[in-house]
């Protein structure tokens, strides 16, 4: 293949083929062939002899950790994917993909491993946190947002995982079977216009199969993605996809981690006997380097972009943006936003608002300098303004699974005696091998220069201070054997198995061991832990997850809520901050309930009965059950706020900022109704039997009212729609326009409430007696608008051709009528105009 079927338009650089093949030219069979699988976890191969350096890789997609998991190389912590759609702007989605660039620079990355933007096909989905939408049309539109942010700023972005991976349970395996017509209307469209409209400079083939073919094997890594889209970047494959030399007679690239893999030396053998071409080696080489040119790291070649060219303060980014993609679903006579001065006793309750969430778990976690808990936030508000308001706190109900890490300000170096741990590596015999001083408690090894391979012993000690007198069930998280030992003195040694046959799910949420130990407050205990490193088959090579620290005490769950309601009784407004944990929402496994985890329920309901003035903020990545929320005067989902979560709430609930999210996903009143929720494979295989029928699709066909609709938000200020139009199209305003791509509809949206507001226009089309199963009705284009009070403005809306469309071997159009519904959710559309086809 010659490199002038690769688009380089992006690099304006006119003779960079023809240098390119050059380059290639000048390397072996064996080169070229160790360029296509890793050099080691997170970066590819360097090639001197062309001026190709290493290019590094790093996971996202809500901040971007690096090389190392290290609480001592912190990184930018932004909104999870799902408060970003929810903010339907795809402004804030550019935004936060330069963000991610910015952050990638900082750290010597040169490309992004997101964003996520698979369907939100089940609110089981382990990974619902960190895709975008139930929707594709949306979720397309603010993917290929997010993807032009990231690559304007010079670093290469990753849509993933390419292609149906909606699920975690059994996900190396499973086979998603599902018709073309929903892969291409639904699972599809959701990757095409970051790779049309945005060219995409990477895509990362899934762990799943398509139909029973696996996804680094599937054609359909060549149509449509190149010869329909026009991709012209590395498929990188998702870490241990590729399972075998086969995948390298198809559209794969590039084999992740390294070095070892599938292909290498049997590769070039398959090439040398003829089995595989070595055209078809070149294809994938050229494509590496033209990445390479892309993002500077092949000398000769100018980079797309040197140096970051959209930066803003990340921090102040991270809170406006979990504003923006905060959604107010209940507002009982405008319960929000409160004033300080009319508070004089507020309760917080709750224990996300002290150990709030700000990311889901598995391999998109970062770690931030700091989080902004929606406690202290709310404290400093108070403590700013002009009148006596006194705060109380109670936990309520145990969130908490497993083991939670020690506070750094409780714990010290007995090395060093600043704060943190020391961890040393050993051989069998005892010998240190390696040291260093840590600042946290839970600890990650994904490259990086511990000995993980070669070391038998791995210790952790640290000095801790209890922060109260009683029993504390004392441990650590991880698989394999373990001693540990207080006051030098050992009270358990225990073998820990892990749960599951993921690997992944294993290592990112092990289970843990502990033992109880009496504590007096401000007594200090040493407390050190000795831990088998495992090495063999059942392990991730040489990678270390373990976690040190407290389980949660869940022995009287009646007393927490007890003492929340008194907190409650007397307080002007009650805050219940309800939510996750790591063992519900994460990478490796899928949820198997919607209900929140403890005892929350059982919480908001005590505080409700007690104070009519309750106000619930939901702190989890996906839907979750709320029986109680006819009984509260208002709820806000917040999702996964980032690290500037407390501050960002603060700014909603007292009014600086106005809730301005609507929800990408439809939310269930109850388990049993949602329409499609099947995550679990039978047989090995997921059946997507509903077809093009998912998320609020399914339920209007199903004729079931959820708790919340899709694209339902309510804002501090009250809105009308008037003067829908449209042209293009056939209509009678513009005639027949032949081959026009687009019909352009028209809108006057007036801000009827008190306060400046945002509103999201959102347009779904309908169609009557189709010969085809469609849809009642479908997303066709949307538009976020910012209106002063008393205002009216104007809004245009693109409505593509291509939204009207179905698959059945090609895209067809019926001709004939569309009626296009324009409003506020996919209920409450009070507007229709006719475009005709």
Same mark, same amino acid.
């Given at each position: 293949?010659?490199?002038?079927?690769?688009?380089?338009?992006?690099?304006?650089?006119?003779?960079?083929?023809?240098?390119? %093949?050059?380059?290639?030219?000048?390397?072996?069979?064996?080169?070229?062939?160790?360029?296509?699988?890793?050099?080691?976890?997170?970066?590819?191969?360097?090639?001197?002899?062309?001026?190709?350096?290493?290019?590094?890789?790093?996971?996202?997609?809500?901040?971007?950790?690096?090389?190392?998991?290290?609480?001592?190389?912190?990184?930018?912590?932004?909104?999870?994917?799902?408060?970003?759609?929810?903010?339907?702007?795809?402004?804030?989605?550019?935004?936060?993909?330069?963000?991610?660039?910015?952050?990638?620079?900082?750290?010597?990355?040169?490309?992004?491993?997101?964003?996520?933007?698979?369907?939100?096909?089940?609110?089981?989905?382990?990974?619902?946190?960190?895709?975008?939408?139930?929707?594709?049309?949306?979720?397309?539109?603010?993917?290929?947002?997010?993807?032009?942010?990231?690559?304007?700023?010079?670093?290469?972005?990753?849509?993933?995982?390419?292609?149906?991976?909606?699920?975690?349970?059994?996900?190396?395996?499973?086979?998603?079977?599902?018709?073309?017509?929903?892969?291409?209307?639904?699972?599809?469209?959701?990757?095409?216009?970051?790779?049309?409209?945005?060219?995409?400079?990477?895509?990362?083939?899934?762990?799943?199969?398509?139909?029973?073919?696996?996804?680094?094997?599937?054609?359909?890594?060549?149509?449509?993605?190149?010869?329909?889209?026009?991709?012209?970047?590395?498929?990188?494959?998702?870490?241990?996809?590729?399972?075998?030399?086969?995948?390298?007679?198809?559209?794969?690239?590039?084999?992740?981690?390294?070095?070892?893999?599938?292909?290498?030396?049997?590769?070039?053998?398959?090439?040398?006997?003829?089995?595989?071409?070595?055209?078809?080696?070149?294809?994938?080489?050229?494509?590496?380097?033209?990445?390479?040119?892309?993002?500077?790291?092949?000398?000769?070649?100018?980079?797309?972009?040197?140096?970051?060219?959209?930066?803003?303060?990340?921090?102040?980014?991270?809170?406006?943006?979990?504003?923006?993609?905060?959604?107010?679903?209940? %507002?009982?006579?405008?319960?929000?936003?409160?004033?300080?001065?009319?508070?004089?006793?507020?309760?917080?309750?709750?224990?996300?608002?002290?150990?709030?969430?700000?990311?889901?778990?598995?391999?998109?976690?970062?770690?931030?300098?700091?989080?902004?808990?929606?406690?202290?936030?709310?404290?400093?508000?108070?403590?700013?303004?002009?009148?006596?308001?006194?705060?109380?706190?109670?936990?309520?109900?145990?969130?908490?699974?497993?083991?939670?890490?020690?506070?750094?300000?409780?714990?010290?170096?007995?090395?060093?005696?600043?704060?943190? =741990?020391?961890?040393?590596?050993?051989?069998?015999?005892?010998?240190?091998?390696?040291?260093?001083?840590?600042?946290?408690?839970?600890?990650?090894?994904?490259?990086?220069?511990?000995?993980?391979?070669?070391?038998?012993?791995?210790?952790?000690?640290?000095?801790?201070?209890?922060?109260?007198?009683?029993?504390?069930?004392?441990?650590?998280?991880?698989?394999?054997?373990?001693?540990?030992?207080?006051?030098?003195?050992?009270?358990?040694?225990?073998?820990?198995?892990?749960?599951?046959?993921?690997?992944?799910?294993?290592?990112?949420?092990?289970?843990?061991?502990?033992?109880?130990?009496?504590?007096?407050?401000?007594?200090?205990?040493?407390?050190?832990?000795?831990?088998?490193?495992?090495?063999?088959?059942?392990?991730?090579?040489?990678?270390?997850?373990?976690?040190?620290?407290?389980?949660?005490?869940?022995?009287?769950?009646?007393?927490?809520?007890?003492?929340?309601?008194?907190?409650?009784?007397?307080?002007?407004?009650?805050?219940?901050?309800?939510?996750?944990?790591?063992?519900?929402?994460?990478?490796?496994?899928?949820?198997?309930?919607?209900?929140?985890?403890?005892?929350?329920?059982?919480?908001?309901?005590?505080?409700?009965?007690?104070?009519?003035?309750?106000?619930?903020?939901?702190?989890?990545?996906?839907?979750?059950?709320?029986?109680?929320?006819?009984?509260?005067?208002?709820?806000?989902?917040?999702?996964?706020?980032?690290?500037?979560?407390?501050?960002?709430?603060?700014?909603?609930?007292?009014?600086?900022?106005?809730?301005?999210?609507?929800?990408?996903?439809?939310?269930?009143?109850?388990?049993?109704?949602?329409?499609?929720?099947?995550?679990?494979?039978?047989?090995?295989?997921?059946?997507?039997?509903?077809?093009?029928?998912?998320?609020?699709?399914?339920?209007?066909?199903?004729?079931?009212?959820?708790?919340?609709?899709?694209?339902?938000?309510?804002?501090?200020?009250?809105?009308?729609?008037?003067?829908?139009?449209?042209?293009?199209?056939?209509?009678?305003?513009?005639?027949?326009?032949?081959?026009?791509?687009?019909?352009?509809?028209?809108?006057?949206?007036?801000?009827?409430?008190?306060?400046?507001?945002?509103?999201?226009?959102?347009?779904?089309?309908?169609?009557?007696?189709?010969?085809?199963?469609?849809?009642?009705?479908?997303?066709?284009?949307?538009?976020?608008?910012?209106? =002063?009070?008393?205002?009216?403005?104007?809004?245009?809306?693109?409505?593509?051709?291509?939204?009207?469309?179905?698959?059945?071997?090609?895209?067809?159009?019926?001709?004939?009528?569309?009626?296009?519904?324009?409003?506020?959710?996919?209920?409450?559309?009070?507007?229709?105009?006719?475009?005709?086809?």
């Amino acid at each position: 293949m010659a490199i002038t079927d690769i688009h380089t338009d992006t690099t304006g650089d006119s003779g960079e083929p023809e240098r390119l %093949n050059a380059l290639l030219a000048k390397l072996t069979l064996e080169e070229k062939v160790l360029l296509l699988t890793g050099h080691d976890f997170w970066s590819t191969w360097p090639m001197e002899k062309i001026g190709l350096r290493r290019m590094v890789v790093s996971d996202g997609p809500s901040g971007v950790r690096g090389e190392v998991w290290d609480e001592r190389s912190p990184s930018l912590n932004l909104p999870s994917a799902t408060a970003l759609s929810s903010s339907w702007d795809v402004g804030i989605a550019a935004r936060y993909g330069a963000a991610s660039a910015v952050e990638a620079r900082r750290k010597g990355v040169d490309a992004v491993l997101g964003p996520t933007i698979n369907l939100h096909r089940s609110p089981l989905g382990g990974r619902h946190f960190e895709a975008f939408s139930e929707d594709p049309v949306l979720t397309a539109e603010l993917a290929a947002a997010y993807v032009a942010g990231v690559q304007k700023n010079g670093v290469g972005a990753t849509p993933k995982h390419y292609v149906a991976n909606d699920f975690e349970t059994d996900r190396f395996t499973a086979s998603t079977e599902v018709s073309e017509r929903a892969l291409r209307e639904l699972y599809l469209l959701a990757f095409e216009k970051a790779i049309t409209d945005s060219h995409a400079w990477l895509v990362m083939s899934s762990y799943n199969s398509i139909n029973g073919v696996t996804a680094t094997e599937s054609e359909l890594l060549e149509t449509p993605l190149n010869s329909e889209w026009g991709f012209d970047g590395v498929v990188i494959s998702d870490w241990t996809a590729v399972r075998s030399l086969n995948s390298a007679r198809f559209s794969q690239d590039l084999v992740m981690p390294g070095p070892d893999g599938p292909w290498g030396e049997k590769l070039v053998a398959a090439v040398l006997d003829g089995s595989v071409s070595e055209a078809a080696i070149d294809r994938k080489v050229l494509r590496l380097l033209h990445l390479a040119a892309r993002v500077g790291a092949l000398e000769g070649f100018d980079p797309v972009v040197a140096t970051p060219v959209t930066v803003e303060d990340g921090i102040a980014f991270a809170r406006e943006a979990a504003a923006e993609g905060s959604v107010l679903v209940r %507002n009982v006579n405008a319960e929000l936003p409160w004033s300080t001065e009319t508070l004089s006793k507020v309760a917080v309750i709750g224990h996300n608002a002290v150990f709030a969430r700000t990311q889901g778990g598995g391999s998109a976690t970062v770690l931030p300098e700091k989080v902004v808990s929606p406690l202290e936030a709310i404290s400093a508000v108070l403590a700013q303004s002009a009148g006596d308001v006194e705060l109380t706190y109670a936990v309520g109900a145990v969130v908490q699974e497993g083991i939670a890490e020690l506070p750094l300000d409780r714990i010290v170096n007995p090395v060093t005696g600043e704060p943190g =741990a020391r961890v040393r590596f050993l051989d069998a015999d005892g010998a240190e091998l390696f040291t260093e001083d840590r600042r946290a408690t839970a600890l990650v090894y994904f490259g990086g220069d511990a000995p993980i391979g070669v070391a038998d012993i791995y210790e952790f000690s640290t000095r801790y201070t209890p922060e109260k007198t009683g029993t504390i069930m004392l441990g650590f998280a991880s698989v394999g054997n373990s001693r540990i030992f207080v006051d030098g003195t050992l009270l358990r040694e225990a073998t820990s198995e892990a749960v599951g046959t993921d690997l992944g799910a294993a290592f990112l949420s092990p289970p843990s061991v502990s033992v109880p130990v009496e504590v007096v407050e401000g007594v200090p205990i040493d407390f050190r832990v000795e831990f088998d490193i495992p090495h063999g088959e059942n392990t991730l090579g040489d990678t270390l997850s373990i976690s040190f620290g407290i389980e949660p005490d869940d022995s009287d769950p009646e007393s927490l809520i007890a003492e929340a309601v008194e907190a409650a009784r007397g307080a002007d407004v009650a805050l219940v901050v309800v939510g996750t944990n790591s063992r519900v929402e994460s990478e490796g496994f899928d949820r198997t309930t919607l209900a929140l985890p403890g005892r929350q329920d059982d919480l908001v309901r005590a505080v409700a009965a007690v104070n009519p003035r309750t106000v619930v903020v939901v702190n989890s990545g996906s839907p979750v059950l709320l029986p109680w929320r006819e009984d509260v005067s208002a709820i806000l989902f917040t999702y996964f706020g980032g690290q500037e979560y407390g501050n960002a709430l603060t700014d909603i609930l007292f009014g600086s900022k106005e809730p301005g999210g609507r929800l990408p996903t439809t939310w269930p009143a109850a388990e049993a109704d949602v329409p499609v929720i099947n995550v679990t494979p039978v047989d090995g295989k997921v059946h997507y039997d509903e077809g093009i029928h998912i998320g609020y699709r399914a339920w209007l066909k199903a004729g079931v009212t959820p708790a919340y609709e899709f694209g339902f938000g309510l804002g501090y200020t009250e809105w009308a729609l008037s003067d829908a139009e449209v042209s293009g199209f056939g209509t009678a305003d513009a005639g027949d326009s032949g081959g026009a791509e687009s019909a352009e509809l028209t809108v006057t949206v007036t801000n009827v409430g008190a306060r400046d507001g945002k509103h999201v226009v959102q347009v779904y089309a309908s169609r009557a007696d189709s010969a085809v199963d469609r849809p009642v009705r479908w997303l066709v284009g949307f538009a976020p608008v910012r209106v =002063a009070a008393g205002e009216s403005t104007t809004v245009s809306i693109t409505v593509p051709k291509r939204a009207l469309a179905y698959w059945d071997d090609g895209w067809q159009y019926e001709t004939g009528a569309y009626t296009l519904h324009v409003g506020s959710s996919v209920t409450d559309l009070p507007l229709e105009a006719t475009l005709t086809l």
